[in-house]
């Protein structure tokens, strides 16, 4: 009897801590939906009246013949447009937190892809003085050519951002049968071990990256937060190998196209 009596208590414990458990993350569900409804309608209103002061800021340029007017429009433009980046990210982040962005898979060439972001980052690279090298390839994979542009694009502009000296080499090799990883390569200041999983979370930024003047021009800390998610959506991962002093290395893994497309990585880099 002792022994039933044991076992019935034992199970209406569990019984309890289970439903208990159940309400905690009902509440922590809706807290997670409070958030990113929040981040959407903040950063959707806070859009509108910056679409207002780019159409303004164009305004002031017209007919105008004063450089140092000229020269202050500008600069106004250029605010905008770097809190218009700031702003999308959050808006992109929060429509992917909530589901709201669905991957549209297809079979494509990388190349084409790594030329785009070398005519993106080109210039960005030679006004730092830092070298970037896309190494050519002729791996086709199949994943959404949106999403992966977006995971390469913010990877490489965080290579050049936080990278003082040297520069960016972005290489593709095999994965097994069936993968190919895309690696990019800095020769920037690393990362140290105990950040190395923090920078994937959301708003995370390095104290020292704050610090320096040179490495703030923008960011919210949501770049690789958003790798992260979008790396997920994809099946994918992204991985973090750096020591700091010795630069750092983020690779992610992707599905290549079927066995009939050729997956020969070629040993001829460009620049
Ligand atoms: P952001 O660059 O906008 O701050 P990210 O999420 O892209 O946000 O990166 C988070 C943090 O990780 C950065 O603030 C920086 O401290 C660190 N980090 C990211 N990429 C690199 C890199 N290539 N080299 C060194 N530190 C980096």
Redesign the pocket.
């Known amino acids: 009897v002792a022994l039933t009596e044991a076992w019935e208590e034992l199970e209406a414990r569990i019984a309890a801590a289970t439903s208990e458990l159940a309400h905690k993350n009902a509440k922590l569900e809706a807290a997670s939906q409070a958030r990113a409804h929040f981040l959407a309608a903040a950063s959707h209103d806070l859009r509108q009246p910056l679409y207002a002061l780019t159409l303004f800021s164009s305004a002031l340029k017209v007919g105008e013949t004063d450089p140092a007017r000229l020269t202050r429009a500008s600069h106004i433009q250029e605010c905008v447009a770097t809190l218009d980046g700031l702003f999308s990210e959050l808006l992109d982040l929060s429509r992917l937190e909530s589901g709201a962005m669905q991957p549209a898979f297809s079979e494509f060439a990388l190349d084409p892809l790594l030329e785009d972001v070398n005519r993106t980052f080109r210039m960005i690279a030679e006004k730092r003085e830092l070298r970037l090298v896309l190494r050519k390839t002729d791996a086709w994979v199949h994943t959404d050519r949106i999403m992966l542009a977006r995971v390469i694009n913010?990877?490489v502009s965080?290579?050049l951002?936080?990278?003082e000296r040297g520069g960016v080499l972005v290489g593709v090799r095999r994965a097994g049968d069936t993968h190919v990883r895309i690696e990019v390569w800095?020769t920037?200041?690393?990362?140290a071990p105990e950040?190395q999983t923090r920078?994937?979370e959301e708003f995370?930024?390095?104290e020292?990256?704050?610090a320096d003047a040179e490495?703030r021009e923008?960011?919210?800390?949501?770049?690789?937060?958003?790798v992260h998610r979008l790396m997920h959506l994809l099946g994918g991962e992204v991985v973090l190998r750096?020591r700091p002093g010795s630069?750092?290395v983020?690779s992610v893994t992707i599905p290549r196209a079927g066995a009939e497309a050729s997956t020969r990585i070629s040993e001829h880099p460009t620049e």
Do not use: E, K, W
Not at 218 to 226: C, M, P, R, S
């Open positions: 913010n990877l965080n290579a951002r936080y990278t800095d920037g200041p690393g990362i950040h920078v994937f995370f930024q390095v020292q990256a704050r490495y923008h960011g919210l800390g949501l770049g690789l937060a958003t750096s630069g750092s983020f």
